[in-house]
T-cell receptor, first 112, second 111 residues
Framework: NAGVTQTPKFQVLKTGQSMTLQCAQD?????MSWYRQDPGMGLRLIHY???????DQGEVPNGYNVSRSTTEDFPLRLLSAAPSQTSVYFC???????????FGPGTRLLVL | AQSVTQLGSHVSVSEGALVLLRCNYS??????LFWYVQYPNQGLQLLLK??????LVKGINGFEAEFKKSETSFHLTKPSAHMSDAAEYFC?????????FGTGTSLTVIP
């Protein structure tokens, strides 16, 4: 099993550009989530999904969109990048909220 | 709103000394509680979790944590620190369908 994979590993964007961060898992997990990690802030939940076709907002959803068309994939879209979105982004998956979350290796995003 | 407070953003201990990382949470319902570890440039890995079974939870690498409802605490301990324990540690709470992470504690182990 590959576990949770994320692409790309690094990305530099200009303000106003759009991009999609990819996340995939091969463990048949229903619960998937996106976090951003900033110094001194810990991890903050952006969006999450409890199954295919179901998504919901987390703590910091503004500026991000998600969709969940399959159990395996949970892409995160930045529609118009802003410098405040410079961060490290982690995708995670689990069988449920009470279960262990498995994290991807992260995507480092720099918005100029 | 739920919150997780980790006291001490940086903790230093000597090799072989006790490790104590503090975590307090606020939750209106019994939560699920977790400790994760993050090594440099990596994702997070689960150390241990509490899901309303035994209040003393044993995890990997000799770590354990005790759930104290009266103190709303879930502190992480290890009797003897090892150099390989140097990392960032995060406490997390799961309520509803959301996870809330603390701001993290960076552990330094001094040889």
């Amino acid at each position: 099993n590959a576990g949770v994979t994320q692409t790309p590993k690094f990305q530099v964007l200009k303000t106003g550009q759009s991009m999609t961060l990819q996340c995939a898992q091969d463990m048949n997990h229903e619960y998937m989530s996106w976090y951003r990690q900033d110094p001194g802030m810990g991890l903050r939940l952006i969006h999450y999904s409890v199954g295919a076709g179901i998504t919901d907002q987390g703590e910091v959803p503004n500026g991000y969109n998600v969709s969940r068309s399959t159990t395996e994939d949970f892409p995160l879209r930045l529609l118009s990048a802003a410098p405040s979105q410079t961060s490290v982004y982690f995708c995670a998956s689990s069988y449920g909220r009470e279960e262990t979350q498995y994290f991807g290796p992260g995507t480092r995003l720099l918005v100029l | 709103a739920q919150s997780v407070t980790q006291l001490g953003s940086h903790v230093s201990v000597s090799e072989g000394a006790l490790v104590l990382l503090r975590c307090n949470y606020s939750s209106s319902v019994p939560p699920y509680l977790f400790w994760y570890v993050q090594y440099p440039n990596q994702g997070l890995q689960l150390l241990l979790k509490y899901t309303s079974a035994a209040t003393l939870v044993k995890g990997i690498n000799g770590f354990e944590a005790e759930f104290k409802k009266s103190e709303t605490s879930f502190h992480l301990t290890k009797p003897s620190a090892h150099m390989s324990d140097a990392a960032e540690y995060f406490c997390a709470v799961s309520t509803g369908n959301q996870f809330y992470f603390g701001t993290g504690t960076s552990l330094t182990v001094i040889p």
